[in-house]
């Protein structure tokens, strides 16, 4: 069966999941979601679901935090500042290692990781090898600068080649673009409006994608408590039910759910929210996406994202990496 046919078919399943959710839920169950960033359009289709009703469908008010970061929303969920959140599974996995934190994945959103690197067209860096002897720019605690000298050695670079200077996180692209730097890691989610900026200037921005050069891991996910997930579990599960709805209907009406956005966040421009949610779904709808199904974990990708985040991140290698994720709340498995 082809892909959008599928898609048409697991639209119309959730549709009916969710109202058969409904139907059971009552009043309206109040459910607090904490974001890991600020709301750029990588977020429209949540406000789309508010603003749409989606979730009203399965009896759930929704209200949202923003974040600063995955290990902050992974942090903010497990001490129970909020009952769901989003975040890279990279964070989940240090936080259930390192500290034994109760989270654990309870959907996938990335089943391809956006870690890219930003250049700049004309700079002569074309791929990996090329960036040798060059400068690059990160944030401390980056989760690209921790990833990178994996995706270097892939690549037949020696990572200690490369120079890195500190900044803060905003400064990154103006950096690469005013040419202080070679290069600024960064999600692909953020090429269209960060290359907006660019040509301004008479700069033109390139991608160079980690996953298309050996990278290909999970990222953000949607994740919860084991508590939650126990006493909470139908909640949880129409969570999941509305944002199924949301991202599915973004997925199809990007203008409509730019403009929404910015209805609630006017700083978010619609275009760029359109610009990010178009790059996102690529992330999202994948060759891993179509093999396991819309929120679903291969265990081979989770193994083999296990097994990169313990090598960056120093954690214990012999770990179960089915641990992390709880697949039980989603709705129906191809």
């Known amino acids: 069966m082809r892909t959008g046919s599928r898609m048409v078919i697991l639209a119309q399943a959730i549709v009916g999941w969710s109202m058969g ?3 059971g839920a009552g009043a309206q169950d109040k459910l607090h979601y904490q974001f890991s960033w600020i709301p750029t359009g990588e977020y429209a289709p949540v406000t789309a679901g508010i603003e749409k009703g989606f979730f009203k469908e399965v009896g759930i008010d929704l209200t949202y935090s923003t974040g600063r970061g995955s290990g902050d929303a992974v942090k903010k969920v497990a001490t129970g ?3 769901v959140g989003d975040g890279d599974i990279s964070a989940v996995m240090a936080a259930r290692v390192r500290e034994n934190a109760p989270v654990k994945c309870i959907m996938a959103q990335h089943t391809q990781s956006p870690h890219s690197l930003f250049v700049l067209e004309g700079s002569g860096i074309n791929s990996f090898k090329d960036l040798a002897g060059k400068t690059l720019v990160t944030t401390p605690g980056n989760s690209h600068f921790l990833y990178f000298p994996l995706v270097a050695k892939l690549n037949g670079l020696d990572p200690n080649s490369v120079k890195w200077v500190n900044s803060d996180a905003a400064a990154m692209a103006p950096m690469l673009i005013s040419g202080r730097v070679d290069g600024a890691p960064l999600f692909a989610t953020h090429e ?3 290359n907006k900026q660019a040509e301004k200037v008479g700069k033109k921005i390139k991608v160079i994608p980690f996953a298309e050069y050996g990278f290909r891991i999970y990222s953000y996910c ?4 084991e508590e939650a997930i126990a006493k909470n579990g139908d909640l949880l599960k129409r969570f999941l039910a509305g944002i199924r709805k949301s991202y599915l209907y973004a997925k199809d009406h990007m203008d409509e759910v730019a403009t929404l956005h910015n209805k609630r966040h006017p700083d978010v421009d619609p275009d760029d929210a359109k610009g990010s949610m178009r790059i996102m779904m690529r992330y ?3 060759d891993a996406t179509e093999a396991a199904g819309f929120g679903y974990f291969l265990p081979d990708r989770l193994k083999e994202t296990y097994k990169v985040v313990a090598q960056s ?3 214990d290698p012999n770990v179960d ?6 697949e039980s709340l989603l709705p129906l498995k191809k």
């Open 81 to 83: 500042g909020a009952m």
């Open 21 to 23: 959710l409904a139907g």
């Open 313 to 315: 991140q120093e954690l």
């Open 192 to 194: 269209y409006y960060q």
């Open 321 to 326: 990496p089915m641990q992390f994720v709880d």
């Open 222 to 225: 949607w994740l919860s408590t």
């Open 284 to 286: 999202m709808w994948n």
